[in-house]
């Protein structure tokens, strides 16, 4: 584990540079992870963020794509445009949760 | 410590051919397709003989599942083999159905049709095998949405040049 300074915080990541500490996230540090990897958060990155976020709370695993479609209620299609080519890698990333497990 | 997320740098393709329609059959190329598009890799399937069964509108939904010939079958978990003479038995194929489709729903995975309209959603390029159609007596108006065209063996050789191909 590593530390990275990310919005003027200091934030554990691990190898690959995604948060481990979900705790150590906030909006702030959000809008500058996406801002990395090239990606301006509008309303409605932050309601997919916002769902990864609970989902990940209530469930205690990052949601896959599905699951953000199926229960979040953004379609796949949106996912694709809004975290373009890998949807679920980038969600998890900026909202500061692991990458999903699901082969699904 | 940004990860390398390789947006622009892959020219990776990969296209899979599915032939077959049995239940069990018919989900490795839709998981691995599912999965490359995740990636952000180019992904066409290419739905051949009884795989066009995946896209047939009036079908997908009702792809069967027997172990008649599979003399690994062995209920889930256990260290058993099923006797063969037992698939043949009225009514067995729709109990064994019925099972691994509840199995496939435990895992929270989709059914064939939804499965099909995710990948459809993520930019898979879904494609129907002419010789297949014709034998079948199916037009594009058989097939669920997403599938783009129908198209002969030369067709699919040169969609998928330089790709990987995976036959399943």
Not at chain 1, 73 to 89: D, N, R, S
Not at chain 2, 23 to 50: C, K, Q, R
Request: net charge negative.
């Amino acid at each position: 584990m590593a530390t990275a300074t990310i919005a003027g915080a200091d934030v554990t990541v691990d190898e690959e540079g995604f948060m481990t500490e979900f705790s150590e996230w906030s909006e702030d540090i959000g809008s500058a992870l996406a801002g990395q990897i090239g990606i301006d958060l509008s309303d409605a990155h932050w309601k997919v963020l916002n769902f990864v976020r609970e989902d990940f709370q209530a469930q205690g695993e990052t949601p896959t794509l599905r699951r953000v479609s199926k229960v979040g209620g953004v379609p796949t299609k949106e996912l694709f445009q809004l975290f373009p080519k890998k949807p679920a890698k980038k969600m998890s990333y900026i909202a500061g949760v692991p990458k999903p497990h699901g082969c699904v | 410590m940004i990860p390398n997320f390789d947006d622009d740098d892959t020219d990776r393709k990969i296209c899979f051919i599915a032939s077959k329609g049995t239940l069990d059959m018919v989900y490795p190329s839709l998981i691995m397709a599912n999965a490359a598009l995740g990636e952000g890799i180019e992904t066409h399937i290419f739905f051949t003989f009884w795989g066009m069964d995946i896209i047939t509108k009036e079908l997908s939904e009702d792809l069967q599942f027997t172990w008649m010939g599979n003399t690994a079958m062995h209920p889930p978990g256990k260290k058993m083999h099923m006797p063969q003479g037992m698939a043949g038995l009225p009514g067995m194929t729709k109990v064994a159905t019925k099972m691994m489709k509840k199995q496939i729903a435990d895992l929270d995975v989709p059914e064939v049709p939804e499965m099909v309209q995710m990948i459809a959603d993520a930019g898979g390029q879904l494609w129907a095998c002419k010789m297949s159609a014709d034998m079948m007596g199916l037009e594009m108006d058989d097939f669920v949405e997403g599938v783009q065209d129908i198209i002969s063996a030369t067709d699919f050789i040169e969609l998928s040049e330089g790709a990987q191909v995976i036959f399943t």
